[in-house]
């Protein structure tokens, strides 16, 4: 299985690039974890936020394949402990997809037709966090749930 971060725009500054590569190269030991990033529309006082979403999730579309289990990160998506997590991400390994692919919207999030599109929501705090930071929190997560799955004592109950 290969679990992928799909984000609109890229990672800035150099500093949250190096952390998050850390996380990945780590979460390699587990399983195959890569980022694809789509460009961010541009948005305006002329453009209707809604055609910036429209754009952006019709990149993110673009990057998506057929058989994949899509995941929103969203802030009203349920949320999980660690623990929690780390079964949710071994329930969608034993359903033996091929992909897991996990979704960071742009800086006005989803439209609902998108969201209604793919009903799986997770959410990483009741706080909002800059996208930069998500990516980052949600690698680390990655990590910490292959290593309670495998009994690394990297997560401590």
């Not at 394949?65 to 623990?83: A, C, N, P, Q, R």
């Not at 997770?122 to 930071?133: D, E, G």
Request: net charge positive; hydrophobic share 40%; charged share 20%.
């Amino acid at each position: 299985m290969e679990i992928v971060l799909l984000c609109v725009g890229k990672t800035e500054p150099a500093g949250w690039t190096v952390a998050i590569e850390e996380y990945q190269k780590r979460i390699q030991h587990y399983v195959r974890f890569s980022f694809e990033i789509v460009k961010p529309e541009k948005s305006s006082s002329k453009i209707p936020i809604t055609q910036v979403k429209l754009q952006e999730e019709n990149r993110l579309l673009s990057k998506m394949k057929l058989d994949d289990i899509v995941i929103l990160l969203d802030e009203k998506g349920s949320s999980f402990s660690s623990i929690e997590f780390a079964h949710f991400i071994q329930k969608q390994m034993n359903k033996g997809m091929k992909r897991l692919v996990f979704v960071v919207g742009g800086a006005f999030g989803f439209s609902p037709t998108f969201l209604s599109k793919f009903p799986i929501h997770i959410r990483l705090s009741n706080m909002t966090f800059p996208h930069q930071m998500i990516r980052l929190f949600f690698s680390e997560q990655v990590y910490r749930a292959f290593t309670i799955l495998n009994n690394h004592p990297y997560h401590n109950n």
